[in-house]
């Protein structure tokens, strides 16, 4: 059976209370995608975020969803809107990998690490439960989020889709 | 006649440089001037194709991309000093892998996967190219430029525009891409040329 995707573009989120709903992002990097799930309303989506927050950012504006720490409390009002209770949500991370390494390039361009660490934190603030992530390292992923059961796949290039959660 | 600007201020410089796509412009003397480089390098004449400038959202960065997930092979450097900003080039694994042979002068489909030799000559073709272009550029504008050290990423399309994404993205969430193609006479090899100008680079804070 073909799969409904739904794919969730760089600095935006997507959320969906329908089960045959897939979200996915492709060729996530540094980005982070934070996943999260409510099992009992059946009530999932899927952030795209590209920085950590506008402190990061001088002139930090624009799309919330761009920055974790918008972004992330954000996607909960979305589906606690859509039915879900933040108390059974349930938290996927995937992504902040160091896609660009070179001499000079570092300080800037390690910024996955800290997408991925403001991710756990605004989690953690807003009580929502990590249950696995796939975060870090110097690959790529595709990441799916399955809106019937919240099964989250990850997928790096040569290998095979692998389930996370 | 390609007009010469001088000392003027770097914000007013780039707007000057990326309002020249035309083609007795500035733009096009560069990218020329790449082309010929190009050229000799792998000693096969290179057109110079449909030079243009974008304004691209970041959340559709991707979407002149077919496929997300393909691999993809990108060498990637910074602009600094008077001018900043980034450039890339970008082109399929099975057109690296024939520049490769072209490159280490090997025969055609010598080259099957992309070790650490074949990448450094990548990475070493990167630099030449895009040295060439910001030195035109230089001598065009009379503005020093400064490249960072190439790095070559072979992964997913998604990714690369992520990395180019975080570095040029401006507070309206869109990027200014200066785009064009290089194909050699026979269309054998297609590169895609981005740079993206940044006209504040200081915005992205450092890490602690």
Redesign the interface.
């Known amino acids: 059976m073909p799969e409904n995707l739904h794919?969730v573009?760089?600095?935006?989120m997507n959320a969906s209370a329908d089960p045959g709903d897939v979200l996915v992002?492709?060729?996530?990097?540094?980005?982070v995608a934070v996943c999260l799930y409510d099992p009992l309303a059946r009530v999932g989506g899927m952030l795209h975020a590209?920085?950590p927050g506008q402190?990061?950012?001088?002139?930090?504006?624009?799309?919330p969803a761009?920055f974790v720490d918008q972004g992330v409390p954000l996607l909960i009002e979305t589906l606690v809107a859509l039915g879900a209770k933040p108390f059974r949500l349930t938290a996927t991370l995937c992504g902040g990998?160091q896609?660009?390494?070179?001499?000079?390039?570092n300080?800037?361009?390690?910024?996955g690490e800290?997408n991925a660490l403001v991710a756990r934190l605004v989690l953690q603030a807003a009580g929502v439960k990590r249950v696995a992530q796939a975060i870090g390292g110097y690959?790529?992923r595709?990441v799916k989020l399955y809106l019937v059961n919240g099964q989250v796949m990850v997928?790096t290039?040569g290998q095979e889709e692998r389930v996370v959660v | 006649m390609i007009p010469i600007l001088i000392n003027t201020q770097p914000p007013v410089l780039w707007a000057n440089i990326i309002g020249s796509t035309a083609p007795e412009g500035i733009l096009h003397a560069a990218m020329r001037h790449v082309a010929r480089n190009l050229g000799s390098m792998v000693r096969r004449p290179i057109q110079l194709n449909n030079l243009r400038l974008e304004t691209v959202p970041?959340?559709?960065?991707?979407a002149p991309v077919n496929?997300?997930?393909a691999?993809t092979v990108a060498i990637?450097?910074?602009i600094g000093d008077e001018l900043s900003g980034e450039a890339v080039l970008m082109l399929s694994p099975a057109d690296a892998m024939y520049l490769a042979d072209w490159l280490l002068e090997a025969r055609p489909g010598d080259t099957t996967c992309l070790g650490d030799l074949e990448r450094s000559a990548l990475a070493e073709f990167g630099n030449i190219t895009l040295s060439s272009f910001l030195n035109a550029l230089a001598d065009l504008t009379g503005t020093p430029l400064r490249l960072?050290?190439?790095?070559v990423?072979v992964?997913?399309?998604?990714?690369?525009?992520?990395?180019v994404?975080?570095?040029a993205?401006?507070?309206?969430?869109e990027l200014v891409v200066i785009k064009t193609d290089f194909t050699n006479t026979d269309s054998s090899i297609g590169i895609q040329f981005w740079v993206l100008p940044d006209f504040?680079m200081?915005?992205?804070?450092?890490?602690c």
């Open positions: 794919p573009p760089i600095g935006e992002i492709y060729g996530l990097g540094s980005c590209l920085l402190t990061w950012h001088k002139n930090g504006h624009g799309l761009k990998a896609m660009v390494t070179a001499p000079g390039l300080d800037k361009l390690n910024i800290r690959k790529a595709t997928k290039l | 970041i959340n559709r960065l991707g496929d997300l997930e691999e990637y450097l910074l960072s050290p190439p790095t990423i992964d997913m399309a998604g990714a690369i525009m992520e990395a994404a975080l570095a993205v401006t507070p309206n969430d504040d200081s915005t992205v804070q450092p890490i």
